[in-house]
């Protein structure tokens, strides 16, 4: 997990490298939510804490609620996986048309596969 968290704030800021005019504060913002939750998740691992790294702590935290709205958009609710089954459902009914055009057709059993796996 250690590991993880200090690999996660690269990529993410790697994927983000080239953002337009728009999406510029987006971006900066979720930057900022990302290296809020890694600051405070290592800093949390330390085996003592003073004062100073309580405040550091609470900065980090504090950070990370002020700017976690820019994901708000991404989180996962029942609309969100109404919307997945919707697609799943769909695109489920065209792979099964066309493996049943194939069927018709006199295709075999892996040829079917191969056209299936194509279509999706």
């Known amino acids: 997990m250690r590991n993880l968290v200090k690999v996660i704030l690269l990529c993410f800021a790697a ?3 080239h953002p337009s005019t728009v999406e510029r504060p987006i971006f900066a913002q979720g930057l900022i939510c990302v290296r809020s939750i890694v600051d405070f998740t290592l800093m949390s691992q330390y085996k003592s804490h003073t ?5 550091y702590l609470e900065q ?3 950070a990370f609620h002020d700017y976690k709205e820019v994901f708000k958009e991404y ?3 029942k609309s969100t996986m109404r ?3 919707e697609v799943s459902t769909r695109i489920w009914s065209e792979n ?3 493996l ?3 069927r018709l057709s006199g295709a075999i059993a892996a040829k079917r596969r191969q ?6």
């Open 100 to 102: 049943n055009q194939h």
């Open 15 to 17: 994927a983000l490298h």
């Open 51 to 55: 004062y100073e790294t309580i405040q």
């Open 83 to 85: 919307k997945v089954r």
């Open 60 to 62: 980090y935290l504090k």
């Open 75 to 77: 989180r996962k609710d």
């Open 96 to 98: 099964s048309k066309v």
């Open 115 to 120: 056209i299936a796996d194509e279509q999706r």
